[in-house]
């Protein structure tokens, strides 16, 4: 049987939650077709090569329920066999979206892109945005793959005060802030590029009144 006949015809990803819970179809890909269902749709689609007989799937925007065991089963043409995986998902606790921090103080602000993708972080971004200032760029990262060039910068009144102490090769894009000043207070946006994959996320930080001195 030629290798034409034994490429990928259909594909089935579905959900086992588990505790009593119905199974649910995740996507389902036929006749060059790739369709996600119910309530994962918008956030799957296939990221595997179908000429390579790779049905990987990328899921995004992973909410708790999403937790539990993927079934990945691939039907070849002209195969009877059907060719199964499972993936045990477990969803972490979503990290605090709200900080405190003192006048004059330090904060550490996590960002980290849960990626199961084999893919160098390309850049990670974060903007300042007050309540009365225009958005403000915090900090860059840029990492150039084929130039193998690294570059990362403060900016603006964030100058030398802000660096990046998140593992880059583990999609962690934490940084920390010091010398807080009161004019801090805001929204931090962070984003996280993976190749074309951007994941992002947005952290209020509330800067309270330097703590008293105690003579």
Not at 25 to 37: D, G, Q, R
Not at 68 to 76: A, N
Request: proline residues 3%; aromatic residues 10%.
């Amino acid at each position: 049987m030629s290798t034409e006949d034994k490429c990928i015809f259909k594909i089935d990803w579905t959900l086992s939650p588990g505790e009593h819970a119905k199974d649910e179809y995740v996507l389902y890909y036929y006749s060059n077709l790739s369709v996600p269902i119910g309530r994962f749709q918008n956030r799957v689609h296939l990221m595997g090569d179908i000429l390579c007989n790779d049905g990987s799937l990328l899921l995004q925007d992973v909410q708790e329920a999403d937790q539990g065991t993927y079934i990945c089963e691939i039907r070849l043409k002209g195969e009877s066999q059907v060719f199964k995986k499972a993936v045990v998902l477990h969803v972490l606790p979503e990290e605090p979206k709200e900080l405190m921090v003192h006048v004059g103080g330090l904060i550490q602000m996590g960002c980290v892109f849960q990626s199961t993708e084999v893919k160098h972080v390309t850049k990670v971004e974060w903007i300042f945005s007050g309540r009365r200032a225009k958005e403000e760029i915090v900090f860059r990262y840029y990492h150039k793959l084929r130039m193998s060039v690294e570059y990362s910068q403060s900016w603006g009144h964030f100058q030398n005060r802000v660096n990046l102490v998140g593992d880059i090769f583990r999609n962690d894009g934490s940084i920390m802030l010091q010398g807080v000043r009161e004019s801090d207070g805001g929204n931090y946006t962070c984003s996280i590029h993976l190749g074309n994959l951007v994941f992002k996320k947005t952290i209020v930080l509330h800067v309270s009144p330097e703590e008293p001195r105690h003579w």
